[in-house]
């Protein structure tokens, strides 16, 4: 999971500095693999604007510029980016400027034209990986102003390792639920203020598969801006979390995703075909995926469809066929819930890994749904305009997973952690992670809410007490246990001694892959295996073996040819 430390700032902002704010995530089980510094060695860099181009008299890839900062001059600036125009503003380095690769620049001569700075590209001003043309800044941006003020630098992108269990953290939010309660600083709000609908229309939606769908929330927003473009603070955003900007559509389900936790997808509304249908793929049907690659789908694969079949695999990625596009007016936005054991290991079978599917197969919030919808509505008709038709929050109530009660008893929570903690000390962490609690004189009652679907039994509240009290503040404790001498046998051989006979007779022990080539397991047993991989490391690993004899042999001859 990767965000902006400004972004999680926005929703809980403890008085810690970067290192102190990653030692506390660490320390709570949310491993941070790396702290990455954004916009650093960028004093000087400006915003430019280009007042003329005109071409090189002496280069055919070469543009000679006239760019304003804002005061004095405009200054002429050769530059070789292929989209350079006339009216545009871009990052712009002086001379004298330090870029944040170490390099200098300097007034020079450039086949014959002097060239005072430097209209920049992304890669050479540490902002992302684009190295074929100079970055394009939106027009209300001030000529002449700090690049770092305008984008809101520096920053730090912070990359954590998450736990499988707690898929409630591959959100900003999640993460703000955590640092709030190991903080005791207060968060912000997570609710969303709904979004009036300025007209009826809505698409229908058949839940009949409601085991493998239970709950799917849609909205029809009509007549979008098709030029619009994401505001710079958007693709920043998306940009520090390892996402690039797309289309303003889908920057906004990945913005939501990030921020809430709540995957969505967005389908161009006129080229969808009738009522939407989650339900299992058949044998033998195909789709054509986003990425344009058409795969076969199995039986035990979710699909959404309309009536022209299969339009997406449903928590993993949308088809083709309904993506939106600069083309698109009119947009469906879909939130749904797919339970983990309908999604697991399905995107592996297609050779996917999507940030979808990996929510999806760790589980997000049955509950989420609406208020992502909600908050994808607010952020797309501030950016593009158009008209929201109402929330349709389809619910099969009896096949949304619940959280049962549990009780925390405090003789339990003493045994596993071996020391006292005040109970007012407890019943302040369990309330700090949002958790509903009723004290008695035994221990506590705790309401699980549906964003905290990994605590399923009494020891996973224990845990959630030990990692927000301190791993650090529990005293250590010399475990004291009684050591009886094993039962002496003489019907029973231990392996070891086994092995270290056979060793001292001049035999060899031989460890070998499970997995083999394909055609050396059926030259060796007869027949082919039964077990084949789907996606195998390579064609030596393909099958399970059905003997030990193929890497006895290949190993005799990989030793032979040494």
Known sequence: MKFSEKWLREWV???LDMDELAHRLTMIGHEVDAVEPQGLGLDGVVVGEVLAVKKHPDADRLSVCQVSTGSGDALEVVCGAPNVVAGMKSPFAPAGT????????RKSKIRGVVSNGMLCSAIEIGLGDESDGIVELPQDASVGQPLTEFLDLPDNSIDLDLTPNRGDCFSVLGIARDVSAVTGTAMKDPSVAPVKASIEDEHPVELVLPEGCPRFAGRVIRNINASAESPVWMKERLRRSGLRAIHPVVDVTNYVMLELGQPLHAYDLGLVQGPIRPRMAKDGEKVTLLDEREVELKNNTLVITDDSGPIGLAGIMGGLSTAVSDK???VFFEAAFWPPAF???????YALHTDASLRFERGVDPAGQARAIERATELLLDIAGGEAGPLSDHVVAEHVPTNAPLELRKSRLAKVLGTEIEASRVSEILSGLGLEIEASDSGWQVQIPSFRFDIDV???LVEEVARIYGYDEIPEQTA???TPLATATETTIDLDLIANTLVARDYQEVITYSFIDEKMNTLIAGEPSELVLSNPI???MSVMRSSIWPGLIEAAAANVAR
């Open 13 to 15: 902002n403890p008085a």
């Open 98 to 105: 330090r870029l944040p690769n170490g390099m200098k620049l």
């Open 328 to 330: 698109t007016s009119d």
């Open 343 to 349: 999604m697991a290991g399905v995107a592996r079978q």
């Open 458 to 460: 009494e020891d996973a």
């Open 480 to 482: 004291i246990a009684e």
């Open 538 to 540: 390579s064609t030596e």
